[in-house]
């Protein structure tokens, strides 16, 4: 009798264990829940077709927009990560676009990697070196601005004496990637994998020692966490997104010149972060989304109201991302994600909220 | 086997004022060793120069055997030297869970790249998830930390060093500001740690019946100067350690 209960009380409490392991498992990976999972794929599949059910403009737009994410996740892991201010992302940015038009042709996504992988060299060169409590503080911008137009009259000068590949239509595996169609692929081909990355990255030892760099140093020293390391790696992540980014873009404009990474495109950028905030995947997204679509609809409203209006339109741009980052600094500092949040959650307990 | 920590002789200062002069102790493995002391006498001090986060100006620090001069405090921390601090020093922004999650990255072995490995994650949260289980944390693990009342942040802290399975916790007033009924958990928990998973306890306490109470010996110190060191049944008894509580009062 006394073997019978023990044998069921052994099986039961290893059920039991089992279980709870399960569910701790599925509470570790995301999209667990088939109806997550579902929105996952469909989403995927949203993605793969979207050349299909858009015109070509808003291809255009719709590309700039995956662009835009991916080097706005890149400034999240920074800003939204680990807590630091960069004001040179457009100047990674430009760096990946320029290394990015040196090789084209077959090894275009070649180009696109070297060209990523440069910005986080060029951040360690000028990176200050790092003082021992205080981990190290990074160039922002990078570089002084007289020495960026040197390194970016580069172009110009070749352009002059040997006129080079055209970076404008690079070419994979024998495909002319001259449609935005191709390019869009393109893009997908880089950009789902870093997204897939950039989350598994915020979830796991790095995510965390992010953000615990963020949310209290000393404590973050004593519970292990080198301070140097992980500002550094968060830099080096973040150049090479914008890297990546920068020569993505290099693909879509028709040119790679300065003028196309600004210090106003940085703040453009940072504006993405703080709209989106919370320093998640998904509020890189929508960050991207709201600030990339606003001149869109700004462009067709004003159009609407005569051409006159047309040529302040760049000074409102300004002044609407001024406001915008304002009311959302005050208003919502979790940004998008944390109206998401609520209002998911909301739904979630509704009709019975307690 | 020897003295797990042993003080030699620390002196620090702060533009004049004397933090510390002169402290020499050991803490024996296994042992809950209490530190104790008026306002203002150094104690804080004290542990901020054996985890690492102020250099001594003179003495020696030795852990396990080791010195422990010109290591960084995330060396010590990965040598099973773990802390908590006054007041609340938890990764406010953080769940519960990462918070103990981060924790516990001392527990495992690092591994070179940041590649996120789905295994380590998976058992440093089994890991988590005991020790969040043990301190009665398990219901808010994904609650923000910052956002729980007082005396669960102060748990969380306790949670996260724990879980980086230290050999020697240093405790930094763990017991402010908690209701008697939640110092009574804190003691327990503390209590069977020190049981479970062989954790030498090193805790500054102001409460001094809780001190006299729990505490295998005891560390009187006032204005940075030893005033008593021995067995708590002694405490009340030493003149000079009733005069500097009087004298503050
Ligand atoms: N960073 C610092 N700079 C200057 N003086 C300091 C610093 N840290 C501590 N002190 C001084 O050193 C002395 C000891 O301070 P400490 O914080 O160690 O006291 P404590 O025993 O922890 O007091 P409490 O019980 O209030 O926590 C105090 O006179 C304090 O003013
Ligand atoms: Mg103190």
Redesign the pocket.
């Known amino acids: 009798m006394f073997a019978l209960s023990k044998r069921l009380t052994d099986a039961f409490s290893l059920r039991f264990a089992r279980a709870v392991r399960e569910t701790y498992r599925e509470d570790e990976a995301y999209a667990s829940t088939p109806l997550g999972r579902l929105a996952l794929y469909a989403f995927l599949l949203l993605l793969l077709l979207l050349p299909l059910l858009l015109g070509p403009y808003p291809m255009y737009v719709a590309t700039l927009v995956a662009i835009g994410a991916l080097s706005a996740l890149g400034l999240h892991l920074l800003v939204g990560g680990a807590g630091q201010i960069s004001l040179g992302h457009a100047a990674f940015m430009g760096v990946g676009a320029y290394a990015a038009s040196h090789l084209t042709g077959p090894l275009a996504p070649l180009g696109i990697l070297l060209g990523a992988g440069s910005p986080p060299f060029w951040g360690f060169s000028s990176a200050s070196p790092p003082s021992a409590s205080r981990g190290c503080t990074w160039p922002s911008p990078p570089w002084p601005s007289s020495s960026w137009r040197t390194m970016s009259s580069r172009p110009g000068r070749r352009s002059r004496g040997n006129p080079g590949p055209d970076p404008s239509s690079p070419e994979v595996l024998g495909l002319v990637l001259d449609t935005p169609e191709k390019l869009w692929y393109l893009v997908l081909l880089f950009a789902l994998p870093l997204f897939f990355y950039g989350k598994r990255l915020l979830m796991t030892r790095a995510g965390r020692a992010f953000r615990a760099v963020r949310d209290n140093d000393l404590s973050a020293r004593v519970a292990g966490v080198d301070l140097t390391r992980t500002k550094l790696l968060a830099f080096a992540l973040s150049a090479f997104y914008a890297g990546v980014a920068g020569g993505l873009l290099a693909g879509l404009y028709k040119a790679v010149t300065p003028e196309y990474f600004p210090l106003s495109v940085s703040i453009q950028y940072l504006a993405m972060v703080i709209v989106g905030g919370a320093g998640t995947v998904l509020g890189a997204v929508l960050g991207a989304f709201f600030v990339l679509l606003i001149p869109e609809v700004l462009n067709s409203f004003v159009g609407a109201l005569g051409p006159e209006y047309a040529a302040q339109l760049a000074a409102w741009r300004n002044v609407v991302f001024g406001g915008l980052i304002l009311l959302f600094l005050v208003l919502e500092p979790l940004g998008l994600v944390g109206l998401w949040g609520r209002v998911r959650d909301y739904f979630r307990t509704w009709p019975l909220p307690y | 086997m020897g003295a797990i920590l042993e003080a030699k002789d620390l002196h620090l200062a702060?533009?004049g004022?004397k933090?510390l002069t002169g402290v020499s102790f050991q803490v024996q493995p296994g042992e809950f060793f209490a530190v104790i002391?008026p306002?203002?006498?150094?104690?804080?001090?004290?542990l901020n120069v054996l985890s690492g986060v102020y250099e001594p100006e003179r003495g020696e620090v030795f852990f396990l055997g080791q010195s422990l001069r010109g290591k960084s405090p995330q060396e010590r921390a990965r040598m099973g030297l773990g802390r908590t601090f006054?007041g609340l020093e938890i990764f406010r922004g953080m769940s519960v869970l990462e918070n103990v999650k981060l924790g516990a990255e001392l527990a495992l072995p690092t591994y070179p790249l940041a590649l996120p490995r789905a295994e380590r994650e998976w058992r440093l949260r089994a890991w988590a998830e005991e020790v969040l289980d043990y301190l009665h944390l398990s219901p808010f693990r994904h609650a923000p930390a910052g956002m729980l009342p007082y005396g669960l942040q102060k748990r969380v802290e306790v949670a996260r060093a724990l879980a980086g399975r230290p050999k020697l916790l240093l405790l930094d007033?763990p017991m402010a500001g908690l209701s008697l009924e939640e110092k009574q958990d804190l003691a327990r928990f503390l209590l069977d740690a020190r049981e479970e998973w062989g954790v030498t306890l090193l805790w500054?306490e102001?409460d001094l019946r809780a001190v006299l109470e729990l505490s295998d010996r005891v560390l009187v110190?006032s204005y940075g100067e030893v005033l008593y060191y021995g067995p708590p049944e002694g405490v009340r008894q030493d003149p000079k350690v009733a005069e500097a509580y009087l004298g503050q009062a």
């Open positions: 702060f533009k004022v933090a002391g306002n203002g006498a150094g104690k804080t001090t004290l006054q007033e500054v102001h110190l």
